[in-house]
T-cell receptor
Framework: QKEVEQNSGPLSVPEGAIASLNCTYS??????FFWYRQYSGKSPELIMS????GDKEDGRFTAQLNKASQYVSLLIRDSQPSDSATYLC????????????FGSGTQLTVLP | ETGVTQTPRHLVMGMTNKKSLKCEQH?????MYWYKQSAKKPLELMFV???????ENNSVPSRFSPECPNSSHLFLHLHTLQPEDSALYLC??????????????FGPGTRLLVL
């Protein structure tokens, strides 16, 4: 079992729709969770971080964390073509808060 | 993107060459990281430096040698690399705090091709 799993996609949604990106993790005591966006040929940039169960909203983005289910998701409302990118889920590793374990990423395409 | 800079942005080297990648962070952070990103694979953490001390080495081959002279600069020295080492090498930095879970900020990366 991979430590951090994401559907590789590609995920396509029409402009204006809600894009839902999912991530599961295997280490039950993981503490910190991050969503990064990576455009083709660019480096990852942070979108959201979440540490507690529940929802966290920032503009059009909402991160959802359910530690009991070992599940974290990212919702993008009113999707725009500029949101087309690969979205990386990252989790801190037990015993080392500095070690981020990344999923393989989900490629999102927002169709105009 | 200017918070963490990396040079060179692109590098082509032969298997017998020696080269170095440089990373500099302008964010006042005290932890720096090297990651490798290969096509179709997750980002792989290579090295972690916390207050200039190497704290993690994720089973990286000895042909990769990191150096952290101060909290703002990080190098990755390369020698006798293999073609499978071709990848995007990313540097990141963060501000360590007692609670952990700090956000890591990435540089633009060095695209390395080993012939």
């Amino acid at each position: 079992q991979k430590e951090v799993e994401q559907n590789s996609g590609p995920l396509s949604v029409p402009e204006g729709a809600i894009a839902s990106l999912n991530c599961t993790y295997s280490d039950r005591v993981s503490q910190s969770f991050f969503w990064y966006r990576q455009y083709s040929g660019k480096s990852p940039e942070l979108i959201m971080s979440i540490y507690s169960n529940g929802d966290k909203e920032d503009g059009r983005f909402t991160a959802q964390l359910n530690k009991a289910s070992q599940y974290v998701s990212l919702l993008i409302r009113d999707s725009q073509p500029s949101d087309s990118a690969t979205y990386l889920c990252a989790v801190t590793k037990t015993g080392s808060a500095r070690q981020l374990t990344f999923g393989s990423g989900t490629q999102l395409t927002v169709l105009p | 993107e200017t918070g963490v800079t990396q040079t060179p942005r692109h590098l082509v080297m032969g298997m017998t060459n020696k080269k170095s990648l440089k990373c500099e962070q302008h964010l006042g952070h005290n932890a720096m990281y090297w990651y490798k990103q290969s096509a179709k694979k997750p980002l792989e953490l290579m090295f972690v430096y916390n207050f200039k001390e190497q704290t993690e080495n994720n089973s990286v081959p000895s042909r990769f040698s990191p150096e952290c002279p101060n909290s703002s600069h990080l190098f990755l020295h390369l020698h006798t690399l293999q073609p499978e080492d071709s990848a995007l090498y990313l540097c990141a930095s963060s501000q360590v705090n007692s609670g952990g879970g700090e956000t890591q900020y990435f540089g633009p990366g060095t695209r390395l091709l080993v012939l």
